[in-house]
């Protein structure tokens, strides 16, 4: 099933049915995160590959729109079997190329197989409306509004890093069922991987055209693809400043985004300060903090706080650092830019007095995990994002202080409540300006099916797996008009 997208060591694209490699013979390298040597090289395609492939997309479209979505059902169904199949092979691509730890590269493959199935029984269900006209004041039983949900032509789907297959997957899934094309363009260092996603769509039975894939550098080809005349949806994930700069360019085109994050954890009082503290932890440093849930600054009650930070200590302790393949939750950073911008916040913090209880040490990208306590609003560990091991505490005297700093931030993806208070839970949840409110449990993601949003400069639009083909989709009205008697 794989044999075909690379020739020697270099990544083909999908590209209408067949797996190309760029004209130019242009390539961009792709290393290991853990010891910087060369895994392979991908395609570097320029813009009129990009032409072509959304020619491909468009031609692809049209058939597809017109496939029973019993059939689309079918190939997901398919392409989910087919992951489960390959998933240990699919895992160890993702132990190579972003660094990430073998239990949690597993869990990638399995979760975005299960979203796939449930992406393909969910849309089933999308099912239109009729409405009558006498509802409303002036019309008679004369006319009959048939509401059908219609594709919206070719999606550009853009995926990050640090879920290269499953976050390619919650964009490409939606949209097929929906009945759109896809043209994927994949992050740099995870393009490996979500090329074999896109192999193993196309096993599944996905017809040329429906999915394509782009590679190349986002700086020669990046504004091309977002403002391209055949662009009919935007799925973006990744930075702030990235997604605010394609919603300045793109013009017109709906978008669905999920930018960054700088999520709190709200600790009162009455928390069960050891279930916290573990969901803390777990929260903050999985996969070495490098997700935009990640839990990224610690809001507590004065009185707890020391109590709180010992706690949060010990579960550190706990965390296994070091090579992915060995097992290690914190393993080295994406690239080296980013350990020198964790490294960056880090200095900060220390120059202007917070208090370092663990951390500060790094070997070339591998980041130990850090925390600080007696962090201070005048301090950018407060506000910034690090997407990397670092985690800041900020002691607070009362809980509508918390809510005060927690809502300042440019940020609003989600956040964290600990109490055992239900009256209290609601009403700092109530106050924050969050897509999502988690009440005694890390910030995360799932379960798929919830919605999943952020406000602010943390996106625009809900995704989750009805909610996302919705998105990718439109009401299409025919009015029926008929004698009345």
């Given at each position: 099933m794989f044999e075909a997208i690379k020739d020697m060591n270099i990544y083909k694209n999908l590209l209408h049915g067949e797996w190309v490699g760029s004209k130019s013979g242009s390539t961009i390298k792709i290393t290991n995160p853990s010891n910087g040597s060369t895994l392979a090289y991908v395609s570097k395609f320029n813009k009129e590959e990009v032409d072509t492939a959304f020619a491909s997309c468009s031609a692809g479209q049209e058939a597809w729109s017109n496939t029973t979505v019993y059939e689309r059902a079918r190939i997901l169904h398919k392409t989910a079997d087919l992951l489960e199949e390959h998933e240990k092979e699919l895992a160890d691509i993702l132990v190579k190329e972003i660094a990430k730890d073998i239990e949690s590269s597993l869990a990638e493959v399995k979760r975005t197989a299960d979203f796939i199935r449930f992406t393909a029984d969910e849309g089933k269900h999308m099912e239109g409306e009729t409405i009558g006209a006498e509802s409303f004041p002036g019309y008679k039983k004369n006319k009959i509004s048939y509401v059908s949900r219609v594709p919206l032509g070719v999606v550009l789907?853009?995926?990050?890093?640090?879920?290269?297959?499953?976050?390619?997957?919650?964009?490409?899934?939606?949209?097929?069922?929906?009945?759109?094309?896809?043209?994927?363009?994949?992050?740099?260092q995870g393009a490996i991987s979500a090329l074999h996603l896109a192999a193993v769509f196309q096993a599944a039975g996905l017809p040329p055209g429906v999915l394509n894939t782009i590679t190349g550098s986002s700086s020669e080809i990046g504004d091309y693809l977002v403002t391209h005349e055949k662009v009919d949806f935007i799925n973006f994930t990744g930075s702030t400043v990235v997604g605010k700069h394609i919603a300045k360019i793109a013009g017109m085109v709906p978008m669905l985004m999920e930018l960054g994050g700088k999520d709190a954890a709200i600790v009162l009082e009455d928390a069960d300060l050891q279930d916290a503290a573990k969901n803390i932890v777990s929260g903050a440093f999985s996969y070495s903090g490098q997700r935009c849930t990640a839990?990224?600054?610690?809001?507590?009650?004065?009185?707890?706080?020391?109590?709180?930070?010992?706690?949060?200590?010990?579960?550190?302790k706990?965390?296994?650092?070091?090579m992915p393949e060995d097992g290690a939750v914190i393993t080295p950073l994406i690239d080296s830019n980013g350990a020198d911008f964790v490294q960056e916040l880090i200095d900060d913090?220390?120059?202007k007095g917070a208090k370092l209880i663990m951390g500060n040490k790094r070997e070339k990208n591998l980041m130990y995990p850090t925390l600080f306590d007696y962090v201070t609003t005048d301090m950018r560990l407060a506000w910034e994002e690090p997407f990397g091991p670092v985690l800041p505490v900020i002691?607070?005297?009362n809980m509508e202080e918390a809510i005060v700093i927690a809502n300042s931030s440019q940020y609003g993806l989600q956040s964290s409540v600990f109490t055992?208070?239900?009256n209290s839970a609601f009403h700092v949840a109530n106050h924050l300006e969050v897509g999502t409110v988690q009440i005694n449990n890390k910030t995360e993601r799932g379960p798929d099916h919830f919605p999943f949003s952020g406000v602010k400069a943390s996106g625009m639009g809900t995704q989750g797996i009805?909610?996302?083909i919705e998105a990718m989709s439109r009401r299409k009205a025919i009015v029926l008009n008929v004698e009345s008697y």
């Open positions: 789907a853009i995926s990050p890093f640090n879920y290269p297959i499953n976050l390619s997957a919650s964009k490409i899934a939606p949209a097929l069922m929906a009945g759109n094309s896809v043209l994927l363009k994949p992050p740099t839990l990224k600054r610690v809001l507590v009650m004065k009185k707890v706080g020391n109590e709180l930070v010992a706690k949060i200590e010990e579960e550190m706990k965390l296994k650092i070091g913090a220390l120059d002691r607070v005297n055992k208070d239900i009805r909610y996302s």
